[in-house]
């Protein structure tokens, strides 16, 4: 069975500085790893998803993430970040050829002027 | 292209009650999965249809049923509400393939009372 786990409930951030969201998953296949945006009152945006190939992966508003097989982790990061990214952060597994989406329960990113 | 839509954002039922949730996938995707996100956690899989056929389920009980529609909408149906059913309601439709392209509706809140 997968499961994750992200290692922080909340991460307290100043503007334009830099911050990662730390993610730690658990499974005996390959799988898919994607990291979800969650704005108040809203549903969840796909910030950007590891498939194969590079695992260095860039999304969308200057996220990206890094895929360690090794250490089974997929960390978000990003260099400079704004007011507007304060948000609830999800970080998500699946198992390769099963649609079946495995949720961490979530990183609150607040960004202080 | 229209993304998923999801009824009512809002609900509130009575212990006992049954309740409907419908949702509306996105043009072009055939698949439809549906999340319960209970408040402070990450979205939890309670199933998934794929051309009207249950293809995946979550360790969620039988009072909990779906139906998906030849146009691909879908509906959530819960029996015996329970005060622990109270919940963000998510719908994701995406169209199957390998790109794991999931789009999530805004959610359906329901509060039971």
């Known amino acids: 069975a997968q499961s994750v786990t992200q290692l922080d409930s909340q991460v307290p951030v100043f503007e334009e500085a830099p911050v990662e969201l730390r993610c730690n998953y658990s499974?005996?296949?390959?799988?898919?790893l994607f990291w979800y945006v969650q704005y108040p009152n809203q549903g969840l945006q796909l910030l950007l998803k590891y498939l194969s190939g590079s695992t260095l992966v860039k999304g969308i508003n200057g996220f990206e993430a890094e895929f360690n097989k090794s250490q089974t982790s997929f960390h978000l990061r990003k260099p400079s970040v704004h007011i507007s990214d304060t948000a609830e952060y999800f970080c998500?597994?699946?198992?390769?050829?099963?649609?079946?989406?495995?949720f961490g329960a979530g990183t609150r990113l607040a960004v202080h002027p | 292209e229209t993304g998923v839509t999801q009824s009512p954002t809002h609900l509130i039922k009575t212990r006992g009650q049954q309740v409907t949730l419908r949702c509306s996938s996105q043009s072009g995707h055939n698949t439809v999965s549906w999340y319960q996100q209970a408040l402070g956690q990450g979205p939890q899989f309670i199933f998934q249809y794929y051309r009207e056929e249950e293809n995946g389920r979550g360790n969620f009980p039988p009072r909990f049923s779906g139906l998906q529609f030849p146009n691909y909408s879908s509906e959530l149906n819960v029996n015996a509400l329970e005060l622990d059913d109270s919940a963000l309601y998510l719908c994701a439709s995406s169209s199957g393939g390998e790109d794991y392209g999931y789009t999530f509706g805004s959610g359906t809140r329901l509060t039971v009372v």
């Open positions: 499974s005996s296949v390959s799988v898919y």
């Open positions: 998500a597994v699946s198992e390769k050829g099963y649609n079946k989406l495995i």
